[in-house]
Structures are given as C-alpha cells and as structure tokens.
C-alpha cells in the first residue's frame, strides 16, 4: 500500500515542557492506524500539529510523498485531512446541513444552491452509511448522530485522510458497532484514518496497524495481527516499578466511607457506576486507578453529594447517608479537591484570602455570634498564616486568585480544604497540569492528611501518580471495579490489563 502522510522527528515544545519529542508516524492508504497511549502521551498534540492547530518545534510533515507546510486548519483541509475532535465542533444553533457546508470553500458568496448542496450531501451519506437529518438543529439530535455530522462535514470537504480522536468516548455500544462500518467503508474506497483510542478491545478489533505513543515519544509500531491486547497493554504503560518516596499503609483504621453496589446511569459505560462497592479507611489512601472517563467523575460527585446514585447503599462514618446534598457531606467533615480547580475549585475574582476562608465566614473564629460581621482582622492573619504554611506565592493575599499559577491556585485549595482536619479528603486528578515541585507538595500534604488519620480517595488518571501515594489501588474500567491491589508491591502487568478492561 502506497503511503500518504508520514510525519518525521515531530518534536512539540511548550516553554520547557516536551509534549512531543522526535516522534516518527507513517500512514498508508485504505488503513485504519491507530495511536494508542495512556492520557498525557502526546497523542492529541500531534494530530494538533498534523491539522495546524499547533506548529511543531521541529520536524517534518509529507502527504504523498511532498513536504508540506501545514499553518492553519484551513491548510490542512485543502491538503486532503479531516479532523474529528473528541469534543465536537459544531454550531448549536444551526441545522446539520448548515453545518455541514458552513466554511466551506465552494459555498461562498450570497447565493448557496440548497438543493444542489443536500444532493451532494446525501449522495455521500449514502455512499458511507452516515444517516443523518439534515433539517434538524444540533441540539435535536443525538451524539452519535453529531458524530456522523462530523464525519461527514471532512468527507464533504474532500478528505482522504480522516483523524479520529477517542470517537467512542461517548457513544453507546451500538453506536461504536455503527462507527466501525463506516470507517470500515471509508477505508474500502481507499480513505485512511489515524484513530486515537486506549480502549484495548477496540484497538484489537478495528485496527490495520497501532503506534503506541508514551510520555511524548514513540514507542513502536506494530501489526494488529501480530500483537495482543496484553502486549500492547504493556507497551503503552511499560514501566518498571520505581520504588515510592512513601511508606505504604497496610492497616487502615475503621472505614471512612463505604460504598456497596452502588448504580448511577448504570447502562452508560463512560459516565455511569454499575455496582461499585469499596471502602476508604481512615489513615489511607485508596488511589482510583483508571483510563478517564471510565465512571471515575461520577464516583468523586457521588462522595461528595453532588449527585445521587440510582441504588446501593452509602455509609458514612458507620451511619447511612440517606440525602446527598453537597452541604451536607461538608457537615459530615467530607473534603474536595475537585477536578477543575478554576470552575469548581476557586472563585477566581475573589481575593486569595477570601477564597482560603471560603468555607469557615460563620464560624466563631471569623464572625461575631450573629453571623453579621466578619473579622476581618482575624480573617488576614489567619490567611497570611495559611499563605506561609503552604508557601503560596502571590504578590499578596489581596491578589485575585485566577491570577496565580495553577501550583499555586492548587495550594489555596489545599489550605481551605486540609486544615478543617477532615475526616475523608476526596482528591480528583489534584497534580494535573502541575511541575514537579507543586505535584511533590500535593503529595507530601495529602501523606500528612493521611498520617492524621484522614482517608484519602484519590482519583487519578496519572498512573505513576496512584502508584506514588496510594496504600490500596481500585482499578475502574466502563463504569465498573476491575479488580483491588495492594499499593505495597502492586502487580502492574495485573493493574494495566485490569485498566484495559481485560
């Protein structure tokens, strides 16, 4: 097979930061290739770079053979390639069909022939299976149908190189069965795709060939046919065990929360639980291990009383939760380091130190019986004493806290959070996004919560980070648990395959 788009020394950089670093790739006409990778492996940024949404750092893009430049989306378009987005981008306020010819370069000018047009369009959907409404608003239609939207707005466009990136995230099973035909088709007439997936089964069943990306570079290239979903697992995770900083808890003390058989949409395999039943104690950390979106926001929202589960059974502290109410598991001394520290985390336009004593205004300490006047004075020496303890850096307290850096925003949370000395710390991907100093403070504070008898769930999809810090891993895969380890010496082969729903 001839090839159509190879990608040489690929190197991505953000300041210091390698997302990609002299990655190879090669795609060959009519086949499906896929990347495969854990989250954070630079599989997203070099499609990024293939569609011109980025420009590398260094390395070289050929189509057909030709060195090409590729500055804008719109370039890549022209030069033959589509681009699926795990979040899709179509506009909510239109019809499929104006979406679908929105931007595009044959329909320019005041005068567009409809009917001409939604020819054409169904002629294609036809052609590949794509069934769509085209009179329809977006927000009329389902997600698998977006996703045709999507498929069939590249087509439209004349691509011949298709980028699929996690397309079943949120699709039902049916709905994959129905995608796979259709790339199925595309690839009969000729068409490629670059899909990204770390879904194992998918990636056994609907690849030609799979490049496994990790930590920013390539690992290798391999034949579906002469491979498994065991040794892929390996190679995408593909670490020696590197020893802890932390001593490991075996004992806990007595449970903190539990969980038994606990449901929420439970037929929704990626935002769903179906049966989850575990146990936090007090004095350890249970560390979620699990590829994104596989049940894990949804667990941290139902122990935290944002949402309530369909059926099983919660107790907190020995006692039955009856009501899940965000407040009420504050009462029950239930602390959060929540995933989106702007959204859910801070009060971006409020000052540091408003944000430290966000969750203590009406207690004696800061407010007078009545609840009517805080004191202020009160309020500043406790927050200059918080600034230092957990060394936040800021010009000074008064600084509105969307202004700090994200280490730095995630130490104000710390600091609100930890020092009611909860009972249950509930941590949701609490290092994303971090440099290697701030990820250690976060670490050294939740082990110090720990050492003072909190107990900890930690919900990461940073696998290094839950080997780390973790006295006990759960393994989450489509919404259910997989499997429970020790953290003391934990059988990665066990733990890969269990993330890979093997």
Known sequence: MAEILRMEHIT????????NRDINLEVREGEVHTLLGENGAGKS????VLFGLYQPTEGDIYLHGKKV??????QAVRLGIGMVHQHFMLVEAMTVFENIILGDRNTKGIFIDKEARKKEILELSERYGLDVELDKPITEIAVGAQQRVEILKALYRGAELLV??????ALTDIEVE????????LTSEGKSIIFISHKMREVMRISDRITILRAGETVCTLDRAATTGEELANLMIGRELVPSHYEKIEKPGAPVIELRSVDFQKTSKHNGLNGVSLTVGRGEIVGIAGVDGNGQSQLAQVVTGVLTPDGG?????????????????????????????????LIGNMSVMDNIVLKSTDTPEFSDARGLHLKKKAIRSYALKMQKKYDIRCASIDQ???????????KVILARELEGQPDLLVAVHPTRGL???????????MIEAREKGCGVLLISADFDEILEVSDRIVVMFEGQVMGVYSGKNPPIEEISLAMAGK
Do not use: C
């Open 400 to 410: 509105e806290a969307r202004n700090l850096s994200g280490g730095n925003q995630q």
């Open 12 to 19: 991505k950089r953000f300041g210091d930061v390698y997302a």
């Open 435 to 445: 440099d290697i100093g701030a990820t250690r403070f976060v670490h050294d504070t």
């Open 45 to 48: 940024t070099l499609m990024n």
């Open 164 to 169: 699929l990136d996690e397309p079943s995230a």
């Open 178 to 185: 129905g995608l796979f035909k259709i790339m199925q088709k």
């Open 69 to 74: 430049r590729i500055d804008s989306p719109a």
């Open 313 to 345: 059974e919660v107790d907190m502290k020995g006692s039955r939760v009856a009501q899940f109410t965000p407040n009420g598991f504050i009462l029950e001394n239930v602390s959060h380091i929540p995933e989106d520290r702007n959204k859910m985390g």
